[in-house]
């Protein structure tokens, strides 16, 4: 039975919540769209039709772009919940051989998450198009910069929502104080950036119950002053709603009047938030804040700075606070940069979210991500990205030191990333959603048309200021793309020279070396095969661990995979040998946590693999990979095993009805541990986890035994094998190949995250091996 009374409380409080977290950005955007229109040659058509004029093509925009478009479709075309650039990417991978990504499985399109709900592919016609891209990789790599280039205009946006908004509330001081030096303004916008970042460090979800009042009292404070401005300046600005007026200004103003799109289109800047949101939200409330309070609330306040304007046209430089009553003046100064600061924030997670989502498809050099709030999925924070988002928008707000030229740029950055998703959308609804040819052309057509008029307009600005996200967004492009290329060779060249399992297996059981007892997680990105890591180590230390689990952590293209589907396990040649290959299957918003217990999850995969294993999900004996399996499914995950958590190095607790297995490791060797374990006290508390086997749950003798042995090689200790690549191109390839992996890559694998921090691997039991690539 439908809780209709819970889930109606509960999408109450999702639309009070977006009010805060979504629709900041647009609902400051009143503070300089007006300012910015004007600031052109329009300030020479001075008469009540010319400002009707731009608030009804404000008016039409707000409804087409920002209504339509986005609250009415782009909710829809949610990938599981999920919206943004990556998202749209993501299910155009899913539907077609569009991805560039190494190491898909057939088994990845069993996730219950892979495919499109209540849409299938069967028994559909191929479409033209998407055959034509799979079979060009070139098309599928213009579809990937495509993709590349949006999400750096986004980071774009990160770094210019910030300045703008905090600048442009902080320059009613110089309304009020006449003789204000701009840079004072200037100086109190910078100390204002830095607090909003700083607190990115301390936790500024602390302070989110507080974000939401202050939007709501900041919409219906300007609300109130456009209804106050309407009926004491020009009632009769009603009448702007008309698109007749859009004509007529058009059809005065000529090309001045184009121009000042470049400032109009400020209105829509934000509107891409509430498909980038989607996934901390639903549809169903954003539609519902948006359509019932914010769209109302905005059309009101432009329409009140319109009907002042029209009475007050010398006012145009600064109308938002020339608008203002009296009594309300500094009320409005005091919300003003609060609410400012709130639009920012939900800006700057979003572009830690972005890079988080690049970098798990491979497209962004690796960065430590940290979980702010684990009660909260998406919660994240990057150290490395928000102090270089600080110090960018410092440099932009001391650099142009006004509102005209940051909005210049802001508005290219938000209407290329607008621009970019009507194009990727169009492709979704071909191949997606498998509507109609016509239907998607409809789409990009209707939209797609506004947009370019938008983005010819702005072309005129770019010397004022427009070219800063173009030069940006160039620089981020080129290091993603380094990055994504230096990785898709690095993995073609594993797999040409990966060793083949058979040969392996010719050794014996001990293969050929000396096995000691404990664990041996061998990191590689390769699905099958040996990889070059483990021959390299063998072949200078012949010696190795008694179990081997050769894992492989990948991303697939579903934002989230579910906690019982994570973990493909398989066994490599006969049991005796004691090889294994673990899958770990994340998707692109799946983060890791501090304090999972990665170590522990393995473990447990592999006794419930050998627990299937034994029901006959196997294949026959002396395969050499046998049939890999999803564990944790069956029901009977971790039955076998039980754990516990001792108060120190070697101490364990007991049960009757178990057995815990001692240490494989000579006195010497514990008591040096327990010496380095004390020395490093911040150690998790699964190093001192200990596992035991319950006996009742065991009665097959082969499965105990083989049990026993893995909970005897994990105390004895677990060891990360990764590899530490070092790529040098070819003595006979091209110039810019040399220049993109010997300078370009080179210079970011040395400056970026190491794989162990990337990977949340503790650096007690570490164990690097130095590869050289020449690819």
Known sequence: MVDWRGQSRQNAFLVYRSFGLVFGALSIAPLYVYKCAFSGGLLHYQTEDAVFGVFSVIFWTITLISLFKYAFIMLSADDNG????????????????????????????????????????????????????????????????????????????????????????VEGLKFQAKDLHNSVVVLIACILLVALFVLQHRGIHKLAFIFTPIMILWVLLVAAVGIYNIIEWNPRVYQALSPYYVYIFFKRTGKDGWISLGGILLCITGTESMFADLGHFRATPIRVAFSCVIYPCLILQYMGQAAFLSKNLSAASVSFYASIPVPLIWPVLVVAPLAAIVASQPVISSTFSVVKQLHAIRCFPRVKVVHTKRRIPGQIYIPEINWSLMILSLGVTIGFRDTNYIGNAYGIACLAVTIITT???????????????????????????????????????????????????????????????????????????????????????????????????????????????FTHFLTNLPAFYQVVVFVCVKTVPVPYVPQKERYLVGRIGPKSYGMYRCMVRNGYKDVFKNGDDF?????????????????????????????????????????????SQTSGPGESSSSSSSTIVSSGKSNTLQNLQATYEQEAPKLNYWRRARFGLMDAKCKDTRVKEQLQELVEAKHAGVAYVIGAAYLKAKWNSSFIKKCAIDVAYSFLRKNCRSPAVALNIPHICLIKVGMNYIV
């Open 82 to 169: 999920q919206g943004g650039l990556i998202a749209l990417y993501a299910l155009l991978c899913r539907n077609a051989k569009f991805c560039l990504l190494p190491n898909h499985q057939a088994a990845d399109e069993e996730i219950s998450t892979y495919r499109y709900p209540g849409r299938s592919n069967t028994n559909r016609p191929t479409s033209p198009l998407k055959g034509f891209i799979e079979r060009h990789k070139s098309a599928q790599t213009c579809l990937l910069l495509l993709v590349l280039f949006g999400a750096s205009m986004v980071i774009c946006v990160g770094i210019l929502t910030p300045a703008i908004s905090v600048f442009a509330s």
């Open 423 to 533: 194009w990727l959308t169009s492709l979704g609804i071909s191949l997606v959603w498998h509507k109609s040819f016509m239907f998607a052309l409809l789409f990009s057509v209707l939209f797609g048309s506004v947009e370019i008029i938008y983005l010819s307009s702005s072309c005129m600005r770019i010397l004022k200021g427009g070219w800063f996200p173009l030069v940006l967004s160039a620089v981020f492009l080129v290091v993603m793309y380094v990055w994504q290329y230096g990785t898709r060779k690095k993995y073609l060249y594993d797999l040409h020279n990966k060793v083949s399992m058979r040969h392996i297996l010719t050794l014996g059981p001990s293969l050929g070396i000396v096995r000691v007892p404990g664990i041996g997680l061998i990191y590689t990105e390769l699905a099958t095969g040996v990889p070059a890591t």
């Open 599 to 643: 170590e522990i999850d393995v473990v447990m995969s592999i006794a419930e693999f050998i627990q299937m294993e034994a029901e006959g999900c196997g294949t026959p004996e002396g395969a050499v990979d046998r049939r890999m399996a999803v564990v944790k499914t069956s029901g009977k995950f971790g039955t076998a095993l039980f754990m």
